[in-house]
């Protein structure tokens, strides 16, 4: 004669039921993947300005002025070196070197529903004034912006992020007087 199921066999059939009716796909089927941490939708939002600001600097220098794109191909060997395509170049690899470690940074939990990288995506590139000193003038504002934007999303960040967040935004605002000056002669 068979016995009775004992009070633990039934909760252990019970508890297993879903697993059960999950099929194949084990545990990772009853709950959503995992959100990710609150600093990195604020991470997101630091990485896609500084690829807009890197968007912006690659059409700059093809406008400026010694870099080919606004002068003959004889007027950019002359010019190549000088003036404001060599304050645009030497910036642009400061904002590349910035997006490198903000994307560094960027951990997404694997399975989140969370967007893909934003690196992977083109930036449009912006439209942008050809005169140079007009160009050096809306960098600059650019760039203004930029370091108060970050400077007022140090408020939400982790004090790690905080603390890069923070050299960022003082790199930003030193560019403001660099392509002022640079805009003046370029």
Known sequence: MAADPTRRTVLAATAALPLLAAGCKGVGALAAPP????????????????????????????????TGASTGSAGAAAGAGTGLAVVL?????????HLARLSARLIVP??????PALSNRRTPAPRLPS????????????????????ARQLLAAPPSL????????????????????????G
């Not at 694997?110 to 967007?115: F, Q, V």
């Not at 960098?139 to 912006?145: D, F, K, N, T």
């Not at 603390?163 to 660099?178: D, F, K, N």
Request: charged share 15%.
């Open 131 to 150: 005169v140079p000193h007009q160009l050096a003038a809306h960098l600059a504002a650019a760039e203004r912006a930029a370091s108060g934007r970050l």
């Open 89 to 97: 170049r030497s910036l642009l690899s400061q904002h590349q070197a």
């Open 35 to 66: 959100q990710p941490a609150p600093d990195v939708a604020l991470l997101r939002d630091v990485i896609a300005a500084e690829e807009l600001m890197i968007a912006r600097y690659q059409a700059a220098i093809r406008l400026a002025p010694g």
């Open 162 to 185: 905080a603390q890069l967040l923070a050299s960022i935004s003082a790199s930003e605002a030193t560019h403001v007087p660099v392509l002022r000056t640079a805009g003046r002669i």
């Open 110 to 115: 694997a399975g989140s529903r969370y967007p």
